[in-house]
């Protein structure tokens, strides 16, 4: 099937479950005359609504979510039947996640991802809802595990639109087939105690649907050491388990003591984390034993606490400057950073959870800095700063967390954000050299050419420009604060509302600093279209009111139509720098101070910006600029 529609490998699980959908509605050897469905649901499927596996597909956009230019679908790609509703599973190609609508037009001849019709051609298809009559959802017979809904609701005008739902990961090769199986003889147990004995067993039904692949792959992330290795991805969460405890072994990140008289030792904390990759499929499961750094006295347990991380305008020109010259950039991960600093003050902690000591022994004593500590990245970013230096690095004078190094006439820049650094330069033969140094003293994943970093997707043109783009960080912002089903606008600001602070002693109950925060954090990153309309709203943090709220719910909506909007460096045949400044006059009707804003551009994309209003009030708009 994969190979027919010209698939990769990462969707073998949508195809498995659509293989599965399908032979349970065709006719088996071992049943005469019958499909398995008809035994179970003693009724004939209809088989009308199938279509071919990995076919492209058109899914409906609603009026109401679509300005007025946009197109009226978006391309995908068939991957199969939702269980729980009349409804088709399509992979969108530009956002990357799976869907569901019931609004989708086929093209049964067509396969992969290229030779995808233009706007205006999707403009011109037919879109007919699915219809699914005479094949109504059947009711499961074992446990949910996922987040799908129970029960369908037909009813729904919403049902209608498409949907973005989570990614079926692949699972390991390992250790899918009997972790899988076993599950599977689980729900046979079940079933067999739960029914009665007329109803069919397993052998006369596939059971391998949407849940079974989520009982393997849990998408949900356990809060407690308990829960991770008695839930149903144990198996998983153990490994990482004993990794990140093998890791600190060989380290020698604990020992054994005593704890000293008027010592108090500090609690622990296991950390699980499913790492994603750009696509939102799942990269790896990390587990992480943290400290309760909370519980530590100043003077006692720790003095000096900040570190740096690397710029966001310089991650920026460091991009348009590999776009520019054609370098490649390449991403590492360091494997658990923090325990490669050694620690400077004497700190207790309580035996962690899936460790055993000898009786004699009632506490660890940290000897290298672990996650939690309020130290801790400030010593790991001492050590790596001392490490790079001595392979002949220096530290900008711009940005701390960039080194740069040269040898005859090349240059090779390191970026370190934490425990991620991105390596780039002139001369592939030293930035080999420079992974390998590194490599020989941390052990470090590398993930080859950098494709999503600190939350930023960098997405390759064709034309060989790259786009920074935040798109997922929009759709989990727009969840978390209920707008993602909101009407897009086309501005971010309602030039006609004339906003002042409130005088009322009472305040809007919403999140609003929540809210502008999430947002800020965009603005700084790669949403330089929004930094005016956030430095407005933030103005009212004090005491927010419902007008107040309406500005940041706007900003969201124009979001909501602008998700795939970021920052798009494009080759030139030379580095052209430019800053541009500008200012109203008197435009804040509570005090009349002007706002000052500005943008600079390399390679004809924004790599630094700011929007800030003034300190005070200027008498002329000359005195403004």
Partial sequence: MLHHAKLDKCFWAEAAMTAVYVKNRLPSPKIPHKTPFEIVYNSKPSVKHMRVFGCQAYILTPKEKRLKWDPKARAGLFLGYEEVSKAYRVYDIEARQVMISRDVNFDEWAFGMSMMISDDDIDGLDFESIDLDDEEPRPRHFKQTGKRNAQPNHDNDDASMPRAVRQRPGLEESSAPDDLSSRRANEDEERKSEEQHDTPTSSAFWHASANAVE??????????????????????????????????????????AKLPNGQSAIGTKWVFKIKRKADGSIEKYKARLVAKGFRQKYGIDYTETFSPVVKYVTLRMVIAITKHFGWTLDQLDVVTAFVYGVMKEQVFCVIPEGVELDSTFDCLELVKAIYGLKQASRVWNETFDEFVCSIGFQVSGFDPCLYIKTSDGHCVFILVYVDDVLVTGSSPKLIAQTKNDLKTRFEMTDSGKCAFVFGIELLDGEDGSVTMCQRRYVDDVLKRFGMDEC?????????????????????????????????????????????????????????????????????????QGTKMHGICYKPSAKIDFRGYSDADWAGDLADRKSTSGYVFMLLGAPVSWGSKKQPSVSLSTSEAE
Avoid: C
């Fill in 215 to 256: 009982a393997a792959v849990d998408f949900s992330e356990p809060s407690t050491f308990e829960e991770a290795v008695s839930g149903p991805d144990q198996v998983h969460w153990r490994k990482a388990i004993d990794a990140e405890l093998d890791s600190m072994k060989l380290r020698g990140v604990f020992r054994a």
């Fill in 487 to 559: 009407k897009a606008v086309a501005s971010p600001v309602d030039v006609s509302s004339r906003l002042v602070p409130s005088n009322s002693a009472s305040k809007v109950d919403v999140p609003f600093r929540e809210a502008v925060g999430a947002l800020m954090h965009l603005t700084t990153a790669t949403r330089p279209d929004i930094a005016y309309a956030v430095s407005f709203v933030s103005r009212f943090m004090e005491k927010p009111q419902e007008e107040h709220w309406v500005a940041v719910k706007r900003i969201f909506r124009y979001l």
